[in-house]
């Protein structure tokens, strides 16, 4: 099993920043791959980014270029940076890992970018 706990969302102006927080605790060894989607209202959820434990970084086209997605291995700790910010960024952010050959998910945290 593999808990994730997201923190770091909230209200932001548009071109604004924001780094989001994702701690992993459990069978930690076990998790191939970390990353986050987002969900917008009346959306699908959007795959946003994917780091690997080796460290090897994806971005969604739709964000590339305002984020950067790192890990902190000590800490067990996922981020996701973002910046220059737009209104159509809002959505609550999902913080997910690979683990067990299955996908784990975070509570989400909320990002609303007002303009």
């Known amino acids: 099993q593999v808990q994730l706990v997201e923190s770091g969302g909230g209200l932001v102006q548009a071109g604004g920043s924001l780094r989001l927080s994702c701690a992993a605790s459990?069978?930690?060894?076990?998790?191939?791959?970390m990353g986050w989607y987002r969900q917008a209202p009346g959306k699908q959820r959007e795959w946003v980014a994917s780091i690997t434990t080796g460290g090897s970084t994806t971005y969604a086209n739709s964000m590339k270029g305002r984020i950067s997605i790192s890990r902190d291995n000590a800490k067990n700790t996922v981020y996701l940076q973002m910046i220059s910010l737009k209104p159509e960024d809002t959505a609550v952010y999902y913080c997910y890992s690979a683990a067990f050959s299955r996908i784990y998910w975070g509570q989400g945290t909320q990002v609303t970018v007002s303009s």
């Open positions: 459990g069978s930690i060894s076990s998790i191939s791959a």
